[in-house]
């Protein structure tokens, strides 16, 4: 039941499916391509009736350092099948255009679509679960963190304000979320548990066999009631603001983009992986 690709690894053990993001050489930083492998592992796990519940983890030290602006392996210019909305292909256009049609469909298109996968999914985050690291944690509806996970989105850095699945105050409140975007600092697996972002904290080596335990007992439960009690807290987000809350933050996030490239010729603010890593 394993299909190994370079990017997503995807098995089955009985009722649970596990996919692996798979570039630990990068810290599991997320290229188009790994976000199409993604979306090609939860639609097979969505379709796949012997499959209950899904778990979403990263190979290696690290759960995920965000969005690859950096690696051998970027590939921000390159067309990708249309998939997750019906927003035109990137490539080639021009200025805020590109951008804006890019992260509709690979940041905010498939995130929300990940989100509707009508069974529950686990993220099992160990290291890093940094910026675009956090949306692929957030839309997974239980988060178990290891006790030497973090967590950071520091891409007011750029000034930017926060990723491009703006849930932050949904998900740690937003008195937290604005001291949590303020400084761009690490926060421990053990304060995002107290703020009620991460359901549980383990051991680093029990982490996959806390979450393989705990997603085999919630495929105890019958598929359509957990469908249905995904829809319905999902849907409780929603009419807290989250996805209307997120529409109008995206568009500071472009605004932000388009001043960085206005100014400076780049939309990143002239940052890049390394200078991004580097403490202050
Ligand atoms: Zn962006």
């Known amino acids: 039941m394993t299909m190994e690709s370079e990017v997503v690894r995807y098995e089955r053990t009985g009722p649970v499916a596990r996919v692996t993001m798979n570039r630990p050489e990068y810290r599991n930083a997320q290229n188009s391509a790994m976000t199409y492998a993604l979306d090609d592992a939860f639609y097979r796990a969505a379709a796949d009736d012997e499959v209950k519940v899904v778990v979403l983890a990263g190979a290696g030290d690290h759960f995920s350092a965000g969005h690859d602006i950096g690696s051998p392996g970027r590939d921000v210019d390159v067309s990708f099948e249309r998939r997750a909305g019906l927003w035109w292909d990137h490539v080639g256009k021009p200025g805020g255009e590109s951008r804006y049609a890019r992260e509709q469909e690979v940041y905010l298109g498939m995130c929300r679509r990940w989100r509707e996968l009508p069974k529950p999914v686990l993220a099992q985050v160990q290291g890093a679960c940094v910026a675009g690291g956090l949306m692929l944690a957030w839309v997974c509806d239980l988060i178990i963190a290891s006790d030497d996970a973090f967590f ?39 304060r995002a548990q107290e703020l009620g972002m991460v359901n549980r904290v383990v051991p680093r080596d029990r982490l996959a066999a806390e979450t393989t335990d705990l997603a085999e007992r919630i495929a105890r439960m019958p ?41 400076g010729g780049d939309s990143l603010a002239g940052h890049d992986a390394r200078s991004m890593r580097s403490p202050r």
């Open 223 to 263: 598929r359509l009631g957990l469908a249905l009690t995904k829809k319905a807290v999902n849907q409780a987000e929603d009419l807290m603001g989250l996805r209307t809350g997120m529409d109008s933050v995206f568009g500071l996030h472009h605004f932000a983009h388009a001043h960085n490239a206005e100014v």
């Open 152 to 190: 950071a989105d520091p891409v007011v850095r750029m000034g930017i304000p926060g990723v491009e699945y703006f849930a932050h105050p949904w998900v740690m409140g937003p008195r937290f979320a604005k001291e949590f975007l303020f400084l761009g600092e690490r926060v421990p697996a053990a």
